[in-house]
């Protein structure tokens, strides 16, 4: 009967684990298929890309981390997860983890010249060596966007 019982117990946890939904993780973004949830251009350059994923599921993508920062600040919107792209790795990271930099020599498709990294140590040795400043995520949050532009491309928000 013990048996039984422990069978019945290890079938339920494992019937459990498997209801529980996975992290959220980045989409696959199609270069020059897609456009950017903020300013309608095309995103062209995936290394520059990032996105969010609400909490129904649903992916925005953005052409620019300055485009998702806009779309943030204005909507707020309730998110699982938002990814971008390291600076140097090009590789998806999460974007609530990531350290900033941001200055005139990083070039961006709007403009923006916002750049993000895995690690703190990372960006600041970018930093140094780039002239930018460095941000937190909260601290780009607040950040007045339209002060980043490099005199690039101008689109409303």
Same mark, same amino acid.
């Given at each position: 009967?013990?048996? %039984?019982?422990?069978?019945?117990?290890?079938?339920?946890?494992?019937?459990? $684990?498997?209801?529980?939904?996975?992290? =959220? =993780?980045?989409?696959?973004? /199609?270069?020059?298929?897609?456009? &950017? =949830?903020? &300013?309608?251009?095309?995103?062209?350059?995936? %290394?520059? $890309? $990032?996105?969010?994923?609400?909490?129904?599921? /649903?992916?925005?993508?953005?052409?620019?981390?300055? &485009?998702?920062?806009?779309?943030?600040?204005? %909507?707020?919107?309730?998110?699982? $997860?938002?990814?971008?792209?390291?600076?140097?790795?090009?590789?998806?990271?999460?974007?609530?983890? @990531?350290?900033?930099?941001?200055?005139? @020599?990083?070039?961006?498709?709007?403009?923006?010249?916002?750049?993000?990294?895995?690690?703190?140590? /990372? =960006?600041?040795?970018?930093? /140094?060596?780039?002239?930018?400043?460095?941000?937190?995520?909260?601290?780009?949050?607040?950040?007045?966007?339209?002060?980043?532009?490099?005199?690039?491309?101008?689109?409303?928000?």
């Amino acid at each position: 009967m013990k048996c %039984k019982v422990l069978m019945l117990m290890i079938g339920f946890i494992l019937l459990l $684990a498997g209801c529980q939904s996975k992290a =959220a =993780a980045p989409v696959e973004i /199609k270069a020059n298929e897609e456009s &950017c =949830a903020e &300013c309608k251009m095309g995103i062209e350059e995936l %290394k520059s $890309a $990032a996105q969010i994923i609400l909490e129904d599921g /649903k992916p925005l993508l953005f052409d620019d981390i300055g &485009c998702m920062i806009n779309y943030l600040q204005q %909507k707020s919107p309730k998110y699982e $997860a938002a990814f971008i792209h390291d600076f140097e790795t090009e590789e998806w990271i999460d974007f609530d983890k @990531s350290t900033f930099v941001q200055g005139t @020599s990083i070039e961006s498709p709007m403009s923006y010249g916002i750049a993000g990294f895995e690690s703190e140590e /990372k =960006a600041s040795q970018f930093q /140094k060596k780039h002239d930018c400043d460095m941000y937190s995520k909260e601290e780009l949050l607040k950040a007045d966007m339209k002060s980043f532009k490099s005199g690039g491309m101008e689109h409303g928000h």
